[in-house]
Protein backbone atom coordinates (compact mmCIF):
# COMPACT_ATOMS: atom_id res chain seq x y z
CA UNK A 1 0.00 0.00 0.00
CA UNK A 2 2.88 2.13 0.19
CA UNK A 3 2.28 3.28 -3.41
CA UNK A 4 -0.89 5.10 -2.13
CA UNK A 5 0.45 6.65 1.42
CA UNK A 6 0.06 10.51 2.31
CA UNK A 7 3.20 11.42 0.82
CA UNK A 8 3.63 14.87 2.34
CA UNK A 9 2.97 13.91 5.40
CA UNK A 10 5.80 15.93 7.66
CA UNK A 11 3.36 19.31 7.45
CA UNK A 12 0.77 16.94 9.76
CA UNK A 13 3.59 15.55 11.46
CA UNK A 14 5.04 19.01 12.45
CA UNK A 15 1.35 19.78 13.51
CA UNK A 16 0.28 16.84 15.59
CA UNK A 17 4.24 16.69 17.36
CA UNK A 18 3.28 19.90 18.95
CA UNK A 19 0.37 18.91 20.75
CA UNK A 20 1.49 16.42 22.87
CA UNK A 21 -2.25 15.62 24.33
CA UNK A 22 -3.27 14.32 21.24
CA UNK A 23 -3.69 10.53 21.82
CA UNK A 24 -4.66 8.85 18.73
CA UNK A 25 -5.42 9.83 14.72
CA UNK A 26 -8.34 7.90 13.85
CA UNK A 27 -8.30 7.17 10.21
CA UNK A 28 -10.48 5.58 7.47
CA UNK A 29 -10.98 4.58 4.27
CA UNK A 30 -7.90 2.65 4.10
CA UNK A 31 -9.69 -0.72 3.69
CA UNK A 32 -7.22 -2.88 6.10
CA UNK A 33 -6.79 -2.17 9.88
CA UNK A 34 -3.71 -1.10 10.94
CA UNK A 35 -1.57 0.69 14.22
CA UNK A 36 1.63 2.69 14.19
CA UNK A 37 3.42 5.01 16.22
CA UNK A 38 4.00 8.32 14.28
CA UNK A 39 4.41 11.77 15.33
CA UNK A 40 4.51 11.09 19.10
CA UNK A 41 1.44 8.86 19.04
CA UNK A 42 -1.03 6.45 18.02
CA UNK A 43 -2.26 6.21 14.26
CA UNK A 44 -5.39 3.87 13.78
CA UNK A 45 -7.28 2.94 10.47
CA UNK A 46 -10.38 0.52 10.71
CA UNK A 47 -11.51 -2.42 8.28
CA UNK A 48 -13.52 -1.46 5.79
CA UNK A 49 -17.36 -2.39 5.51
CA UNK A 50 -16.35 -3.94 2.14
CA UNK A 51 -13.10 -5.12 0.87
CA UNK A 52 -10.10 -5.44 2.13
CA UNK A 53 -6.83 -4.49 1.01
CA UNK A 54 -4.73 -7.76 1.33
CA UNK A 55 -1.40 -7.93 3.15
CA UNK A 56 1.35 -8.06 0.70
CA UNK A 57 4.91 -7.61 2.62
CA UNK A 58 6.77 -8.47 -1.11
CA UNK A 59 7.99 -4.90 -2.32
CA UNK A 60 7.19 -5.94 -6.12
CA UNK A 61 3.62 -7.46 -5.01
CA UNK A 62 0.68 -6.53 -6.81
CA UNK A 63 -2.56 -4.93 -4.81
CA UNK A 64 -5.12 -6.97 -4.24
CA UNK A 65 -7.98 -7.17 -2.14
CA UNK A 66 -10.74 -9.49 -1.46
CA UNK A 67 -14.45 -9.34 0.21
CA UNK A 68 -14.91 -9.88 4.06
CA UNK A 69 -14.43 -10.24 6.65
CA UNK A 70 -16.01 -6.77 6.52
CA UNK A 71 -15.75 -4.63 9.62
CA UNK A 72 -16.13 -1.27 11.45
CA UNK A 73 -14.75 0.25 15.21
CA UNK A 74 -16.37 1.72 18.19
CA UNK A 75 -15.28 4.48 19.71
CA UNK A 76 -15.39 5.62 23.34
CA UNK A 77 -14.13 8.20 24.89
CA UNK A 78 -14.11 8.16 29.11
CA UNK A 79 -12.40 10.83 31.03
CA UNK A 80 -11.34 8.90 33.60
CA UNK A 81 -9.90 6.08 31.16
CA UNK A 82 -9.32 7.38 27.65
CA UNK A 83 -10.07 5.91 24.65
CA UNK A 84 -12.05 2.54 24.28
CA UNK A 85 -12.22 1.04 20.81
CA UNK A 86 -13.44 -2.08 19.62
CA UNK A 87 -12.93 -4.16 16.27
CA UNK A 88 -16.38 -5.63 15.28
CA UNK A 89 -16.56 -7.79 12.29
CA UNK A 90 -19.83 -8.92 10.52
CA UNK A 91 -20.79 -11.51 8.24
CA UNK A 92 -21.46 -15.14 9.26
CA UNK A 93 -19.69 -17.12 11.23
CA UNK A 94 -19.63 -20.31 13.05
CA UNK A 95 -20.90 -20.07 16.61
CA UNK A 96 -22.22 -19.29 18.83
CA UNK A 97 -19.76 -21.55 21.64
CA UNK A 98 -19.65 -21.96 25.12
CA UNK A 99 -17.09 -21.03 27.25
CA UNK A 100 -15.34 -23.71 29.36
Do not use: N
Not at 36 to 46: D, K, N, Q
Not at 74 to 80: E, P, Q
Request: include cysteine; glycine fraction near 8%; aromatic fraction near 10%.
Amino acid sequence: MDKYRYLSAGPLEDVVERFPQVQILLCGHVHRSMLRRWAGTVVCTSPSTTTQIDLQLAPKASPRSHAGPCGYMLHLWDKAHGLISHTSLFGEFAGPFRFA
